[in-house]
């Protein structure tokens, strides 16, 4: 069996990435106990990017990868992420409040703020990713490429950020493109600024928002930058899992059921569409004779989309009060009541009790597709313990 390179694509969603964790906890009951990254080809977004660097950095030994993913977001905190005390919180929101009556007049004097304070999580990304790592392990032959996703607010492009191996092109599309470099926690930061809530970041020439804003094709980086078939793993029900019930809801929506849905669009629109952009490139070139495929630029790229078996703004309704007080209140200020606003809340709730739930659901959720995702990584001759397997 000839040997395909396999991409992972790590969607964004905040907090919703833990779901992420328990896929590759899932995953990693297919491999042997000292197997490699099985993933030639890692692509991250937003939460997703943390995500992504982490495997990159433990390419070598897929498990510990996992297993140190799994103490973070096992253990993870709001204060780790965002600045949750009495002080931070009532500063930020003035200071943004400010900003917007000033930006009226013409001042941008405050314009450099946001809803929330993330700058420790600056300090918890230096803490926790040694991204000087990531050369080492294309040096070594162990990742073919790194690429992490954010949206220039100048350029108005999504610009993929990666690492690999020398003969890697750097490509440019329709608002979109890649650009080679060294990642470093500087690209994290700029892929994980959720607009409105974590504020923009400067990287290179101009500032950067949440990758996940503008990713009209969130599968063809991992495609630049080599990727033969690729592993999707969503952090939102599709739209064949939703059902076609709509509540009904006879309340004017809230400014936090607003915003959740701005998120929702932001994060879970875009894989969506380009899934159906793939099934049908990869309809046209099977009804293209065998003979003459090789005259078209197309290609058959094989796809697996892995998404949570339940809502997680569900979930997150159960574990808002392990929320600090003082963002429950802000919360409360924004529109969100039982029953409502719940999603926004799902991409905020960085409390460990949230994130174990999310891991557990993506462990079964991986595990009940067992058969499915083990022959789709050995068809790529992803090397996987077979007795595991069968």
Known sequence: MSKQKIGLILTGGGARAAYQVGVLKGLTEFTSYRARLPFDVVCGTSAGALNAVTLAVNARHFRKGVRYL??????????DIYRADTLGVLDNSVRWLLGLLLSMFGSNRLNRVSLLDNSPMRTFLER???????????????????????????????????????????????????VPTHIDIQHLLASSAIPFIFPAVHVNREFFGDGSMRQVAPISSALHLGAER?????????AADEGDQRTKIEHYPSLAEIAGHALDSIFLDGLGVDLERLQRINHTVSAIPEALRSQFTLRKIDALVITPSQPLEKIAERHVAHLPWTIR???????VRRGSGANLVSYLLFEKEY????????????????????EFLQQGGAPLCTDLAQ
């Open 70 to 79: 799994l103490n973070i977001w096992n253990n993870a905190r709001v204060t």
């Open 355 to 374: 994130c174990r739930a999310l891991i557990e659901l993506g462990y079964q959720d991986t595990l009940q597709r067992r058969a499915e995702i083990t």
């Open 128 to 178: 926790v990713l040694p991204c000087e790592l990531i050369q080492r392990q294309i040096d070594d032959g162990v990742l073919h490429a790194l690429g992490i996703t954010a949206s220039g607010y100048g350029s108005g492009h999504s610009v993929t950020f990666y690492q690999g191996v020398p003969e890697i092109a750097p490509w440019k599309r329709a608002r979109r493109v890649g």
């Open 329 to 335: 209140v802000l919360l409360r200020l924004l529109g």
């Open 230 to 238: 690729v592993l999707v793993v969503g952090v939102g029900q599709r």
